[in-house]
């Protein structure tokens, strides 16, 4: 089904009912508009554009991996994995799921703020390390940043650090990856060993809450077994390239 009909619950909405029933700025949706985050709008009569309730619940699934630190380009990339026909329904189920993970350290910041907590002031340089390395994330608004604040003490302490903005870049890149790599594996399993059959056995009508549930249930299992593997990876690797130097 479109997102951008009205055939889901009969609801349509005008760019600016969108935006209020969203919380968010017209600028915002139009801007999400050019980055491929939101569909187009169905064109009606007199050339205006008209909004469904897929619309609604995809700008709420934007706002969650906001809030999980993810970078527009991040989102990007995962909205473009889901698949074309997802019902309002589906998105608020993948929402659930996001919102479980979800760090609270992701947090809007203004650029007056963000250089009172760095400590600095900041060039146009400085913002785009920072950016490369995951500390914070622009958006529609210029003088306004999605910060991860756990990150910055250390991304500032490696502002000055020599290391070039390509090298950054570069390693997040192979990090974001392996890491994409493993989530994507560990959410089919999620899906088809878990979910699935959860959901086909009828013990909870309410679906969505229990998605959120048992999602919450495996999040630290999983994020500990990650962190230990790649500790214990990396710690292999650089023995085996430095060990007898």
Do not use: K, N
Request: charge should be negative.
């Amino acid at each position: 089904m479109d997102v951008g009909s009205d055939a889901e619950g009969g609801a349509s909405y005008t760019v600016d009912e969108l935006a209020a029933r969203a919380g968010v700025t017209v600028r915002t949706v139009r801007f999400y508009g050019t980055r491929g985050l939101l569909p187009p709008p169905v064109i009606g009569a007199r050339r205006v554009g008209h909004y469904g309730q897929g619309h609604l619940s995809r700008l709420a699934l934007i706002e969650e991996l906001q809030r999980q630190g993810m970078t527009l380009a991040a989102i990007e990339r995962y909205l473009e994995q889901l698949p074309a026909d997802l019902s309002a329904q589906d998105l608020a189920i993948h929402r659930a799921l996001v919102a479980s993970w979800a760090p609270e350290s992701a947090e809007s910041i203004t650029r007056r703020e963000l250089e009172r907590r760095a400590g600095r002031e900041l060039t146009e340089r400085d913002v785009e390390r920072l950016a490369a390395m995951g500390v914070l994330d622009r958006t529609a608004d210029d003088d306004t940043f999605r910060l991860d604040g756990s990150l910055l003490r250390l991304g500032v302490e490696l502002l000055d650090v020599p290391i070039e903005h390509e090298t950054i870049l570069a390693s997040r890149t192979v990090l974001l990856e392996h890491a994409r790599a493993a989530a994507q594996e560990l959410s089919r399993l999620f899906r088809d060993e878990v979910w699935s059959p959860y959901r086909e056995s009828g013990e909870d009508p309410d679906h969505l809450s229990a998605m959120r549930s048992l999602s919450a249930h495996m999040q630290p299992m999983v994020v500990q077994a990650l962190l230990t593997a790649f500790q214990r990876s990396l710690s292999e690797e650089l023995r085996s390239a430095f060990g007898r130097r």
